[in-house]
């Protein structure tokens, strides 16, 4: 079973109020008539929902199992950093807002970044009652 109170206590954890707070940093409501916006958040979207089953999956496969998903995980979750890279730069280009750099850096953070992806699914399903 999952323990949260072990999972915060890890270096590279990433709490629910961290994530949320770096969420609301992302400019929606200015962006709301931007359509490159969208279509840059869109892109978050669809590479977090490709990333996070896989994940999830993770928790139940074997050592056989992972091995012959591991590539394509991995792959999908360069496509989610690639993602929030590219929706950073132009939050910073267009409305003044970097937010990004508090994830960390996927060199050191991946990790964390991919708890990211879980969030921001997780924050969309509950946007959406």
Do not use: C
């Amino acid at each position: 079973m999952f323990n949260l109170d072990n999972y915060l206590k890890r270096p590279d954890a990433l709490s629910l109020d961290q994530a949320l707070a770096i969420y609301n940093q992302i400019p929606y409501e200015q962006a709301q008539n931007d359509g490159d916006f969208k279509e840059l958040w869109q892109d978050i979207i669809d590479a977090a929902l490709d990333y996070v089953p896989i994940r999830v999956r993770w928790n139940d496969q074997n050592t056989q199992e992972r091995a012959a998903v591991d590539a394509g995980r991995t792959r999908r979750h360069n496509a989610f950093i690639s993602s929030l890279k590219i929706l950073n730069r132009y939050t910073a280009t267009h409305y003044d807002a970097e937010w990004l750099s508090q994830l960390g850096t996927p060199v050191t953070d991946r990790k964390r970044i991919g708890d990211f992806a879980g969030y921001i699914v997780l924050f969309g399903v509950l946007k959406g009652r």
